[in-house]
């Protein structure tokens, strides 16, 4: 099966393709959470699932990338979202505040891209323990489908690093309060010297998408994939496209965030102004390196298709601050961003019909 090279053809397999076994896996998933013994492990993982389900939506589209694999990419991608959803939901809205059990939890993701990696009690530090063997099983769905792919030993070095930067970052940020952004600028001056010029905050944006994981896995399902390919899709979407990507996550965020209390990234710009020039900035870079891909024009649908997703969401409708921005950075942007833009906002309508139809009927 061919890697989609027009717009209309990318969107048609995303609904008719990728979408469909998205939900099926999604749905199985959700099962297993609602069977989870613990009540608090339970309540957390059917919260991850029922609220983020459009990371394992946008994270899959990139199995487009392994052709006919494209089923087994979008179960590892399923369970290896979920993972990550989930654990940030149990450090969120954790009462632990203990650094070693957010390491100890997040494990596990490194665990999930090792196919000989031996499972453990990813719940050592914390009393809630009995999940029915949910998160072992996720990590062990991962793993089999790594297993059976052909050049899985290319790409582990780079998944692992990626990886490790996403778990350490998961426990910088959710210890004490006033410990988060000492810890996290002091991990920022580790790394400082192997990056382009960031700030402490925009280096821990890069490091918590699993974007780079997912492009890497479904391009190595390809029979002709090389080592050299592997690094050159690290290098694209390590720091500049996951940057991009999670400071629009934040950006749509800062009112929830605030509310709750939890540290959000674009609060640490000047002004509105900064924040714009900045996210403006990493969207560029994204698009220069992604340009020296292989299936360049695929890559460059996948940027711009997340930022449609994130500029068209309900928050920034709802926040006029949110709004002004957006609407800055979108007039910036081609026309093939607006197309995936307005095709999102359709989308979103098309979901809320849907829902409202099942509702009545029930």
């Not at 970052?169 to 810890?183: A, D």
């Not at 382009?196 to 479904?218: D, K, N, Q």
Request: charged share 25%; hydrophobic share 35%; glycine share 2%.
């Amino acid at each position: 099966m061919s890697i989609p090279s027009h717009p209309f053809t990318f969107m048609r397999r995303v609904y008719k393709d990728v979408f469909p076994v998205v939900h099926h896996e999604l749905n199985y998933w959700r099962e297993r959470a609602a069977a989870i013994p613990n009540k608090e492990l339970r309540n957390q993982a059917l919260a991850s699932i029922d609220t983020k389900s459009f990371h394992c939506e946008g994270g899959s589209i990139l199995s487009l990338l392994s052709s006919s694999q494209m089923e087994e990419t979008i179960r590892f991608v399923v369970a290896y979202q979920i993972i990550s959803d989930y654990l940030d939901n149990l450090c969120d809205r954790s009462t632990s505040l203990d650094p070693n059990d957010f390491a100890c939890m997040h494990e596990s993701m490194g665990h999930a891209l090792t196919v000989d990696a031996q499972l453990k009690d990813y719940y050592a530090f914390r009393e809630d323990k009995d999940d029915g063997s949910y998160l072992c099983d996720l990590v062990s769905t991962c793993q089999t489908v790594l297993k059976n792919m052909p050049h899985h030993e290319k790409i582990h070095p780079y998944l692992l690093r990626l990886s490790q930067y996403y778990s350490e970052l998961q426990v910088h940020k959710h210890v004490v309060k006033s410990e988060r952004v000492p810890r996290l600028e002091k991990w920022f001056e580790l790394h400082r010297h192997k990056l382009p010029e960031m700030e402490w905050y925009e280096f821990s944006a890069c490091t918590g998408s699993t974007l780079g994981i997912f492009c890497l896995v479904s391009a190595a399902m390809r029979p002709e994939f090389t080592e050299a390919q592997a690094k050159q899709i690290y290098d694209a979407y390590f720091p500049f496209v996951q940057g991009a990507h999670i400071l629009l996550d934040y950006f749509i965020d800062q009112a929830e965030d605030e509310e709750a209390g939890d540290l959000n990234f674009c609060n640490y710009y000047q002004d509105k102004q900064e924040m714009a020039e900045r996210m403006s900035y990493f969207i560029e870079r994204a698009e220069d390196t992604l340009q020296k891909l292989p299936h360049a024009k695929f890559h460059q649908f996948i940027h711009r298709g997340l930022l449609a997703v994130y500029l068209s969401d309900e928050k920034v409708k709802e926040n006029e601050d949110l709004h002004d921005v957006a609407r800055t950075m979108l007039n910036s942007t081609d026309p093939m961003a607006k197309f995936f833009y307005w095709n999102r906002k359709m989308y979103q309508r098309w979901q809320k019909i849907r829902r409202t139809k099942e509702s009545v009927q029930a």
